[in-house]
């Protein structure tokens, strides 16, 4: 995996469709916390690619129009589900492993220091092994194009921009990109991040982890404060890891593994549930507590569920993003990013337009939380669930799984907030019955659930 990871930079090509032809009938749908980057995932099903396919233009888009969650220079971690899939879990959903890595350590010259970027690696290892052959360089394009002549600023983007506007502009490249603070409506243009992707879409995911392009970027994150060495980048690689699973009735539900240990919070919130529905109150207390104990101690997930284990709260955790993916023969994918901050280290690394996340040694971890339930019988997709909201993400995913389980509509009860959830379902099953799946995201924020059942 690490020489195929290497070799990506010898990728390249047009920015055409592999064909213009667009499906009839029923193509999946997806749902994301940004409208563009849900509108980028539907068109990439449109055109026939695999759940996988949308979810890499989704997580492309992110970084161009909600780069305060899900920058190029983010990480985070997905569910990927196709039974015709041989992986670790031998049909079963598998885990798809960029959490944020640190780069070098802080100092007086690296007073802000960053991750390593992960989320192209990352989306990249998705689609080597589960896309549709939908040549990678055209699920980067719609991202490059909105980067580099601009879009307006999206709800979601224009709320994060609110909450930081000061320090985050105090950066003088956040302040050239973000400055005079945007509102909803203005056009934000990224024409280094636009030059950035054409160089990846061009040379391949490599380019950013080898080569002149990451010469540029180990050079300008020194500049900005969060110094990644071009070790850090060389080194820092994605992993595929069996889900954490539990029995739901007739099907099974797969949870992201640690370190990705929102799916864990989100097990222990599900297993509550599924004894209890009306014990909210009480899969929070399991969600938090069950990672407070891993985070501490360590163990088995499975076995940490099993146990009881001590009260405890989660201390103030950054911000994240999340979106759910399904495609027309019941393939799907769910996913959550984060920055480990918003707007990670609020520095911009200059003339690559990539806003450095923040390094996961001086903070708490995100929760990053997503769920994909399915029947190995039928080997059919039943539902998914990925959520944002700090420490809540867990428990959102939780109950948005177990809701999903248990009745016909896509959107259960709003999770308590900050919990925000992207959440798709089949009543029936896909394959199966295309007219029972349905997609929706939280009514509270800024995004969009979007397909086709015609």
Same mark, same amino acid.
């Given at each position: 995996?690490?020489?195929?990871?290497?070799?990506?930079?010898?990728?390249?090509?047009?920015? $055409?469709?592999?064909?213009?032809?667009?499906?009839?009938?029923?193509?999946?749908?997806?749902?994301?916390? $940004?409208?563009?980057?849900?509108?980028?995932?539907?068109?990439?099903?449109?055109?026939?690619?695999?759940?996988?396919?949308?979810?890499?233009?989704?997580?492309?888009?992110?970084?161009?129009?909600?780069?305060?969650?899900?920058?190029?220079?983010?990480?985070?971690?997905?569910?990927?589900?196709?039974?015709?899939?041989?992986?670790?879990?031998?049909?079963?959903?598998?885990?798809? &492993?960029?959490?944020?890595?640190?780069?070098?350590?802080?100092?007086?010259?690296?007073?802000?220091?960053?991750?390593? #970027? /992960?989320?192209?690696?990352?989306?990249?290892?998705?689609?080597?092994?589960?896309?549709?052959?939908?040549?990678?360089?055209? +699920?980067?394009? #719609?991202?490059?194009?909105?980067?580099?002549?601009?879009?307006?600023?999206?709800?979601?983007?224009?709320?994060?921009?609110?909450?930081?506007?000061?320090?985050?502009?105090?950066?003088?490249?956040?302040?050239?990109?973000?400055?005079?603070?945007? !509102?909803?409506?203005?056009? &934000?243009?990224?024409?280094?991040?636009?030059?950035?992707?054409?160089?990846?879409?061009?040379?391949?995911?490599?380019?950013?982890?080898?080569?002149?392009?990451?010469?540029?970027?180990?050079?300008?994150?020194?500049?900005?404060?969060?110094?990644?060495?071009?070790?850090?980048? !060389?080194?820092?690689?994605?992993?595929?890891?069996?889900?954490?699973? &539990?029995?739901?009735?007739?099907?099974?539900?797969?949870?992201?593994?640690?370190?990705?240990?929102?799916?864990?919070?989100?097990?222990?919130?599900?297993?509550?549930?599924?004894?209890?529905?009306?014990?909210?109150?009480?899969?929070?207390?399991?969600?938090?507590?069950?990672?407070?104990? $891993?985070?501490?101690?360590?163990?088995?997930?499975?076995?940490?569920?099993? /146990?009881?284990?001590?009260?405890?709260?989660? #201390? $103030?955790?950054?911000?994240?993003?999340?979106?759910?993916? +399904?495609?027309?023969?019941?393939?799907?994918?769910?996913?959550?990013?984060?920055?480990?901050?918003?707007?990670?280290?609020?520095?911009?690394?200059?003339?690559?337009?990539?806003? &450095?996340?923040?390094?996961?040694?001086?903070?708490?971890?995100?929760?990053?939380?997503?769920?994909?339930?399915?029947?190995?019988?039928?080997?059919?997709?039943?539902?998914?669930?990925?959520?944002?909201?700090?420490?809540?993400?867990?428990?959102?995913?939780?109950?948005?799984? !177990?809701?999903?389980?248990?009745?016909?509509?896509? /959107?259960?009860? #709003?999770?308590?907030?900050?919990?925000?959830?992207?959440?798709?379902?089949?009543?029936?099953?896909?394959?199966?019955?295309?007219?029972?799946?349905?997609?929706?995201?939280?009514?509270?924020?800024?995004?969009?659930?979007?397909?086709?059942?015609?």
């Amino acid at each position: 995996m690490a020489l195929l990871l290497a070799l990506s930079s010898c990728s390249g090509g047009s920015t $055409e469709p592999t064909s213009a032809k667009r499906i009839v009938g029923f193509i999946g749908g997806v749902a994301s916390d $940004e409208p563009r980057a849900t509108l980028a995932g539907r068109d990439v099903l449109a055109r026939g690619g695999t759940a996988a396919d949308a979810a890499v233009a989704v997580g492309f888009m992110l970084a161009a129009t909600l780069p305060s969650r899900a920058s190029l220079g983010a990480g985070g971690a997905c569910l990927a589900y196709d039974p015709a899939v041989r992986g670790p879990g031998h049909g079963q959903p598998t885990a798809i &492993l960029f959490t944020p890595v640190p780069g070098a350590p802080g100092g007086l010259q690296n007073d802000r220091p960053a991750a390593v #970027p /992960m989320l192209a690696r990352g989306l990249f290892l998705l689609d080597v092994r589960y896309g549709s052959g939908m040549a990678f360089e055209q +699920l980067i394009a #719609p991202a490059e194009q909105v980067a580099r002549f601009g879009a307006p600023v999206s709800r979601a983007l224009a709320a994060d921009l609110a909450v930081v506007a000061g320090p985050l502009l105090g950066d003088p490249d956040a302040r050239a990109i973000f400055g005079p603070a945007l !509102h909803e409506g203005d056009t &934000l243009v990224q024409a280094d991040l636009g030059a950035t992707l054409d160089a990846i879409r061009a040379s391949g995911v490599g380019s950013l982890y080898q080569g002149q392009l990451a010469q540029r970027f180990v050079a300008a994150s020194a500049l900005a404060g969060g110094a990644v060495t071009a070790a850090n980048l !060389h080194d820092a690689l994605p992993q595929e890891r069996d889900a954490i699973v &539990l029995p739901s009735g007739h099907d099974q539900v797969a949870f992201l593994p640690p370190p990705a240990d929102g799916g864990l919070a989100a097990a222990a919130a599900f297993h509550v549930l599924a004894a209890a529905p009306q014990d909210v109150a009480g899969a929070a207390t399991a969600a938090a507590s069950v990672v407070a104990y $891993e985070r501490a101690n360590g163990g088995d997930p499975q076995a940490l569920l099993a /146990m009881s284990t001590p009260p405890a709260a989660l #201390p $103030e955790l950054p911000a994240s993003t999340s979106f759910t993916v +399904l495609d027309r023969h019941g393939d799907a994918v769910a996913c959550a990013l984060t920055m480990d901050n918003l707007f990670g280290t609020g520095r911009v690394a200059s003339s690559t337009g990539i806003v &450095l996340a923040a390094t996961p040694d001086t903070r708490a971890a995100p929760l990053l939380a997503a769920a994909i339930a399915w029947n190995a019988d039928r080997r059919a997709f039943r539902a998914a669930a990925a959520a944002s909201g700090q420490s809540f993400a867990g428990l959102g995913a939780g109950i948005g799984i !177990h809701n999903a389980l248990s009745g016909s509509a896509p /959107m259960p009860d #709003p999770v308590p907030a900050p919990g925000r959830l992207n959440v798709i379902g089949c009543s029936d099953y896909l394959p199966g019955s295309p007219s029972s799946c349905g997609w929706a995201t939280d009514p509270r924020g800024y995004g969009l659930a979007a397909g086709s059942t015609n």
